[in-house]
Every structure is written in C-alpha cells, then in structure tokens.
C-alpha cells in the first residue's frame, strides 16, 4: 500500500506510539485524522505533534463516542493505538481499565463494522496477556494467562478484532508489543513502566533503582521499529495471519538495561532494591519475545540496538524536556483519579 494521499484514522494519535505513527504517517504524504480525548493518564500529548497542527485534524472525543462516525466512515486505514498501559492503574481502579480498554474497544469497532466493512484495522496489543511465561522466547502459541485487568481487558479488545474479522465484518490484525521505548514517551505521568521511570530519573541526575535480582530479562523495542511493524501489518495485502508478537532485536537483562542507560546518562551505577508489594504482585519475571512469525510472514524484524535507541531517545528529551517533565517533581506519586 502507498501511503500517500490515504486517510488514515489513527486513534490515540497524540499519545507515545501514535504520534510517532503520525509523523511518520505524514512524512509518507497520507492525510490523517487522529481522535484522542487525553484521558488522564493514557499519556495523550498535543506537544507530540508540534509542527503539524495544520496537516493533521485532531478530533477530542473517545473511540466509543457518536461523534467518531463520520471519521471512521471515510478512512480508507485505521491505527488503532487507544488505551491504557498501565499495569498498576489497572489494578487500582479495573472499572476505567475496563471502559478506557474494552467497552469503548467494542463501540469503535462495531460502528468500524457497520459504516466501514472490511477495512484494514492495525491493533496494538501487548506482550502482558500471555502473563508469566511458561517458556521463552515467547511465541503466539503461548497460553493466555495475564496477571493483572490491564491484560484481561487488552486480551479481550484483541479478541474483537479477531473475531470481527472472522466474521468478514473488518480486516484486522493484532501486534502483541514488547516494552517499547523511544522519544515523546510521557515522562509525567506514574505507574507507566520502567522506561518512562529510568528515562525521568536519568534526565534527573537520579540513580536508577533495580528491583529484585536484576536478571529478569526484556528485549526492549525501539518506537521507530514498532512504528514499522504497523506500516507492514497495514500494507500486506491478504494477511496470512490475524495476530503476531513483535519484540526488540535483543534480549537484555534489567541490570544490562539499566547499566547501558546510567552510562549514557552520566550516573552512578544502578543500585539494587527490594520490590514494592503492587508490583511485585504482578511481575512476570523474565521476557523475550518469539518474532518469527512475523518476520517469516510479512518480513519485519527489529533493526534498532538497544543503546543506539536509548541514545537517541535521551538526546530528544534533552531537547525538550520541559515540555515533558516539570524537574521540580520529577518523582510524580503513583496515584491517579478516578476517570474515564
């Protein structure tokens, strides 16, 4: 598919992934639509798409609102990149899990269905519905056995997709995202990983903190590359499959991590620590992701070294950070109101 002069629906288009989807999807020449209600918490940020306010047309109202028909009734393509991340805010408060990831997954879609039939619909899952692996790395035919509502509800809104598309009413496809890392991550908001908390405390001067024995691995994903992922899931004629997991190019023990990126910040050497209770309740262990199939089938793979990516990722916020991080609380609370 030719991007070019296409009308592209991106949904949490001002957030970490879709903005840099966006920019990457203008660069390309297509005409984009993004809809984002910058719910409280999901990381939503006008500042992502500085500089294209007049290219792209941002719609403030939820997937699951009325108001989302006309838009979704003329996209030829849809990105569908809206939700909550957080593990812990799942947790906390599993009813806005559940709206913000599965009720207004479900309205998005059945209106996707009915103004839109058979149109190419890209989701972005996660790695967290398989929960502890039984085996690594980690391939599609993993069991399904998440450890918190944040993967339930994402498990199920995959499901709608797929289901939908079994039924010839949409043509979609799942991409399962290990931790992905990279520029215009929200750096403000608690409880959103242990990237957005390095990346703050690394732009702070503040030693990173590693919980447990530090050898739980992750192969950690550069945004450029999940970005790419998309673009090939949405532009393979005739998917061969309806889902596949996407993960980095190498797999890295935390205390790996968190060495190469107190090196490129300037700071101490990690120091290791005990777990907090709520997330240690909910921790995986280790991670490394099965990208085979995808690879072998639509002919993606990672590109982006771990430290070349961190590199990059730092100097961009080292451009900006003000507009990311207010440095007189760098350490944001993990709470959130309730809101939906």
Not at 249 to 276: D, K, M, Y
Request: aromatic share 8%; charged share 20%.
């Amino acid at each position: 598919m030719q991007f070019r002069r296409c009308r592209v629906l991106v949904t949490g288009g001002l957030g970490f992934i879709g903005s840099n989807l966006v920019r990457r999807l203008t660069a390309e020449g297509a005409e984009v639509t993004v809809i984002d209600p910058l719910v409280t918490g999901c990381g939503g940020k006008p500042f992502n798409l500085e500089g294209l306010e007049r290219q792209v047309e941002v719609a403030s109202c939820s997937i699951g609102d009325a108001a989302i028909a006309p838009l979704v009734e003329r996209a030829e393509l849809v990105f569908n990149l809206a939700g909550e991340i957080s593990h812990i805010h799942s947790m906390l408060f599993p009813e806005r899990d559940l709206e913000i990831n599965t009720l207004s997954q479900l309205r998005f879609l059945e209106v996707c269905a009915r103004l839109n039939r058979g149109v190419r619909i890209v989701y972005a899952g996660t790695r967290q519905i398989y929960g502890v692996p039984e085996y690594l790395p980690v391939d599609e035919k993993h069991p399904v056995n998440p450890v918190d509502f944040n993967g339930v509800h994402k498990y199920a809104a995959a499901q709608y997709h797929q289901m939908l598309s079994r039924m010839g009413r949409i043509d979609a496809v799942v991409l399962r995202l290990t931790n992905v890392y990279g520029p215009r991550m929200a750096l403000d908001i608690p409880c959103q990983g242990f990237f957005s908390t390095y990346l703050r405390k690394a732009l702070t001067g503040q030693t990173l903190d590693v919980f447990g024995d530090g050898e739980q691995v992750r192969d950690p994903l550069f945004v450029d590359d999940a970005v790419e992922a998309m673009l090939t899931a949405a532009s393979t004629p005739g998917l061969p499959s309806r889902g596949y997991n996407v993960g980095g190019p190498e797999a890295l023990s935390l205390n790996r991590i968190a060495a190469i990126v107190s090196e490129l910040a300037g700071l101490a050497p990690p120091r290791r620590g005990e777990f907090p209770a709520d997330r240690k309740a909910i921790d995986i262990g280790g991670y490394r992701t099965d990208s085979r199939k995808i690879e072998a089938e639509l002919g993606w793979r990672p590109r982006t070294p771990f430290a070349e990516g961190m590199a990059r990722t730092l100097d961009y916020y080292r451009e900006c950070l003000p507009s990311y991080l207010d440095p007189a609380t760098p350490n944001p609370p993990c709470k959130l109101a309730h809101s939906s």
